[in-house]
C-alpha cells in the first residue's frame, strides 16, 4: 500500500490537464487552492499505514487475498459496511473536510454487482474485464474518481432528446478495439486528484438512449481528457500570505468539471455498452452506497464543527450558560442520528448476486434524506453560538499591523487585539482563529464538503424521496392495517 508521500509523489507522474480562472495550471500539486484538497486524500494513507487505525482502514481483498485500502475494498459482510462508515467519520475527525475517495469506492460495489447481471442476462465479459481492472487499482492502491453526474441540458428531456447530445455522455464512434465518448461530468470531487476515473450513467434510459448507456474506467490524463476546477467561497484566501483567515489552512475539499473530449476507450476498461436496462441499476446501487456514506464523513465533520463551537462559547465566557449547553446538546443529538442510519443500513446489508454487500437501499436513502436537513441546522446553531464576529472581524494582516492610528501611538495591530479580546486566559489570536475556523467551516470552502454537498452530493432531496417512496412498501403497510383491524376484501 502507498503510503502519504508516495500517493503525492505518484501525481506528480502524471499528464493531468488542469484549467483554473482561465488558465492551465501546470504545477497543480503544489498549487496553494488545490494542495489542502490533496492533503486530504493523503490522509486516506497515511492512516491506513498506522497500526491503531489497521482494522478500519484496510481490509484483505476477495479477489487477491492481499492486504489493501478499505477505499478499494468489495464489501463482504454487514461488518465491512459498518467499518466503512466507522472509517469515514474517522477521516472527517482528521480533516474537517472531504476526503474524495468515498465516490471511487461506492463505484467500485455498484459497478461490481451491476456487470455481474448484465454478463449473466447477455453472456457480456464486463464483469471480469472489472475484476482484472480492480484488482490492478487494488495492487497500486490508486485513488479513482466515480464520475456520475452529467450537465444534463434540459431536465425535461432524456439524453437522445437533447439539442446538445454532449449534456449526457455518451458514445460517438464504436470500433473493434473500443469505443470513442465525447461530453462531461459536474462538479466531480477529487477528479484532479484522482490516478484513474470511473464513468456511469447518471439516470435510467429507454432504448433510445442506449448510446448514452455507458461505463467504463480511463486515466486521468488520458488523451482528450481535461478537468475546470471549481470555484469555493473565500477560496483565494489560499493565495494569501496567511493562515488564519483561511480558516482550515491545511485540508480542503475540490470539484472539478470534467470534460471528455473524443476519448479513446479500449474494450478491456468498458463494463456497459448500450444495454440502457441496467443503467438505472447501477444509478441506484451507487447512490445507495454513495448515501450510505454520508452517514460517516459529514458525521466526522460534524465532530469537528461541534467542537469548534463548543470552544467559541468557552473564549466568549458563556460556555456555562444553559442555552449554549442546550444548543450543543442538539447538534450532537442530529450529529448522532445521522450515524445511527449510517450504521443501520450497514447492519441491514444484504448480498448481492455477485457476492459483494450492498447496504438498505431504503435505510440508506433515509439517512441521506436526513443529511440534507440536520448539517443546516447544526450550522445555524454554530453561527448562533459563535456570534457576529465570526463574519465581521479584521483580517488578521490588521491583527499583525505595525500602522499607527491611535493619538499614544497605537497600532491598528493593538487597537485590534484589545477590542477583540477573549476571556481572561485566551490570547486574541486563539479566538481569532476559531472564528475563522468557523466561518470556514459553516460559509467558506469547507462548507462545499459539509453544508452545500450535504444537499446535494449524491442526490438531491427529491431523487431521496423518490427512492423511498418505491422501497417504503406502502402496500404492505396498508395489509397489516387491515388485518389487525378486521377489513376483509370480496
Known amino acids: 500500500m502507498k503510503t502519504a508521500k508516495e500517493y503525492i509523489d505518484s501525481l506528480r507522474e502524471l499528464n493531468t490537464r488542469v484549467y483554473m480562472f482561465g488558465e492551465k495550471i501546470d504545477n497543480w500539486v503544489d498549487h496553494p487552492m488545490i494542495r489542502p484538497s490533496i492533503n486530504c486524500v493523503a490522509m486516506t494513507y497515511a492512516l491506513a499505514q498506522m497500526p491503531e487505525y489497521e482494522d478500519l482502514m484496510t481490509a484483505t481483498s476477495n479477489l487477491t487475498g492481499h492486504k489493501i485500502n478499505r477505499f478499494a475494498h468489495l464489501h463482504?459482510?454487514?461488518?465491512?459496511?459498518?467499518?466503512?462508515?466507522?472509517?469515514?467519520?474517522?477521516?472527517g475527525q482528521v480533516t474537517a473536510s472531504c476526503f474524495q475517495r468515498c465516490v471511487g469506492m461506492d463505484a467500485f460495489n455498484a459497478v461490481f454487482s451491476t456487470t455481474y447481471e448484465i454478463d449473466e442476462k447477455y453472456g457480456t465479459d464486463y464483469h471480469e474485464r472489472f475484476r482484472k481492472f480492480l484488482i490492478y487499482v487494488q495492487d497500486e492502491d490508486l485513488t479513482v474518481d466515480g464520475a456520475m453526474t452529467d450537465p444534463k441540458g434540459d431536465r425535461s428531456k432524456a439524453p437522445?432528446?437533447?439539442?446538445?447530445?454532449?449534456?449526457?455522455v455518451h458514445v460517438v464512434e464504436r470500433r473493434e478495439d473500443g469505443i470513442?465518448?465525447?461530453g462531461a461530468k459536474c462538479h466531480q470531487t477529487g477528479s484532479i486528484n484522482s490516478h484513474w476515473h470511473i464513468f456511469m450513467p447518471t439516470i435510467a434510459m429507454?432504448?433510445?438512449d442506449k448510446d448514452w448507456a455507458v461505463s467504463f474506467a480511463c486515466p486521468s490524463d488520458t488523451d482528450g481528457l481535461y478537468m475546470i476546477y471549481g470555484?469555493?467561497?473565500?477560496?483565494?484566501r489560499k493565495l494569501e500570505d496567511g493562515k488564519i483567515d483561511v480558516g482550515n489552512a491545511k485540508f480542503g475539499g475540490q470539484e472539478a468539471l470534467v470534460v471528455l473530449d473524443h476519448v479513446f476507450i479500449p474494450n478491456e476498461y468498458i463494463f456497459l455498452n448500450g444495454e440502457y436496462e441496467f443503467a438505472?441499476?447501477?444509478?441506484?446501487r451507487f447512490a445507495g452506497y454513495h448515501r450510505q456514506s454520508y452517514g460517516g464523513c459529514k458525521v466526522g465533520v460534524g465532530d469537528v464543527l461541534i467542537g469548534a463551537a463548543a470552544l467559541a462559547a468557552e473564549y466568549n465566557g458563556v460556555e456555562k450558560a444553559s442555552a449554549v449547553k442546550d444548543k450543543l446538546i442538539e447538534m450532537t443529538h442530529l450529529n448522532e442520528t445521522l450515524y445511527s442510519c449510517g450504521i443501520a443500513c450497514s447492519c441491514e446489508g444484504c448480498p448481492t448476486k455477485a457476492g459483494n454487500y450492498q447496504i438498505d437501499l431504503l435505510l440508506a436513502n433515509v439517512c441521506k434524506q436526513n443529511v440534507t436537513r440536520f448539517p443546516y441546522e447544526i450550522v445555524r446553531l454554530a453561527e448562533d453560538i459563535a456570534g457576529g464576529?465570526?463574519?465581521?472581524m479584521p483580517s488578521e494582516k490588521d491583527f499583525s499591523s505595525n500602522t499607527v492610528v491611535g493619538k499614544n501611538g497605537e497600532t491598528i495591530g493593538d487597537v485590534c487585539n484589545k477590542f477583540f479580546a477573549a476571556k481572561e486566559g485566551v490570547s486574541t489570536e486563539d479566538r481569532q482563529r476559531i472564528m475563522r475556523f468557523l466561518e470556514n467551516m459553516c460559509l467558506g470552502a469547507a462548507a462545499v464538503g459539509y453544508r452545500t454537498e450535504s444537499l446535494h452530493g449524491a442526490g438531491s432531496p427529491q431523487a431521496q424521496r423518490i427512492m423511498i417512496a418505491r422501497q417504503g412498501n406502502i402496500a404492505a403497510k396498508k395489509e397489516l392495517a387491515k388485518r389487525i383491524a378486521g377489513i376483509t376484501e370480496d
Open 206 to 208: 429507454g432504448e433510445a
Open 180 to 182: 470513442v465518448v465525447c
Open 389 to 392: 464576529l465570526m463574519v465581521t
Open 160 to 168: 437522445h432528446d437533447q439539442a446538445d447530445p454532449d449534456m449526457f
Open 231 to 236: 470555484r469555493q467561497s473565500c477560496d483565494t
Open 76 to 91: 463482504q459482510s454487514p461488518e465491512d459496511l459498518v467499518k466503512k462508515v466507522k472509517m469515514q467519520r474517522l477521516l
Open 280 to 284: 438505472g441499476m447501477m444509478v441506484e
